[in-house]
């Protein structure tokens, strides 16, 4: 069946150290891929996605490119600040689980010291 | 625009207890989802209304679980009697379509079985 798999946390990082979470998923047929983040205290909300391979996803200095060959959406950003310190949630929909339906991996807490 | 909202936000209860959850979708989004993340865990999909109308409940765990959608407005999610395993944190979403229309979700209900 369709799943994603993302790095186990937490992930501590020093303001403006370089991040990547990892994220790598199984699917039939041709997913769209997602990132979503929870703030402490908040629900979660959609950081960014990518529906085609070779699409990039991005916002609020995040970026996720969308790899077939490898299976992954690896996120990334240049430089974290604290404020960026949350939960972040890969995700999947795909045609073959239900396109209404998301997949989501574990979470991959991080925390930015100041 | 007001977002998703769910009330509680925390609930400890008794094992053999019974416990409602309810959730307030977007106005005028059909499409209402319920998902669950165990601790540490992924977050799982439960099941889908469009209007009041169950589409999809093929992730509810077992008929301790109830979830109900009158009038296609609020929905609530009943569990009875909990057992500790349903400890987790409950977070319902909601759309206007469904395919790749990106679903909002709510702050989620913090259960805890005890």
């Known amino acids: 069946g369709n799943s994603v798999t993302q790095m186990e946390g937490p992930v501590t990082l020093s303001e403006e150290a370089f991040l990547t979470i990892n994220c790598t998923y199984t699917?039939?047929?041709?997913?769209?891929l997602f990132w979503y983040v929870q703030y402490p205290g908040e629900g979660l909300q959609l950081l960014l996605k990518?529906?085609?391979?070779?699409d990039k996803g991005s916002n609020k200095g995040f970026e996720a490119t969308y790899r077939k060959e490898t299976t992954s959406f690896h996120l990334e950003k240049g430089s974290v600040q604290v404020s960026d310190s949350a939960v972040y949630f890969c995700a999947l929909k795909s045609p073959t689980s239900g396109t209404y339906k998301y997949i989501f991996g574990t979470g991959t807490r991080l925390k930015v010291l100041a | 625009e007001a977002g998703v909202t769910q009330f509680p936000s925390h609930s400890v209860i008794e094992k053999g207890q019974t416990v409602t959850l309810r959730c307030d979708p977007i106005s005028g989004h059909d499409n209402l989802y319920w998902y669950r993340r165990v601790m540490g865990k992924e977050i799982k999909f439960l099941l889908h209304?469009?209007?009041?109308?169950?589409?999809?409940e093929s992730g509810m765990p077992n008929n301790r679980f109830l979830a109900e959608r009158t009038g296609g407005t609020y929905s609530t999610l009943k569990v009875q009697p909990a057992e500790l395993e349903d400890s987790g944190v409950y977070f319902c979403?909601?759309?206007?379509?469904?395919?790749?229309?990106?679903?909002?979700f709510g702050q989620g209900t913090r259960l805890t079985v005890v």
């Open positions: 979403a909601s759309s206007q379509g469904t395919d790749n229309t990106e679903a909002f």
């Open positions: 209304f469009v209007k009041e109308s169950k589409q999809d």
């Open positions: 699917a039939t047929g041709y997913p769209s």
């Open positions: 990518a529906t085609k391979a070779d």
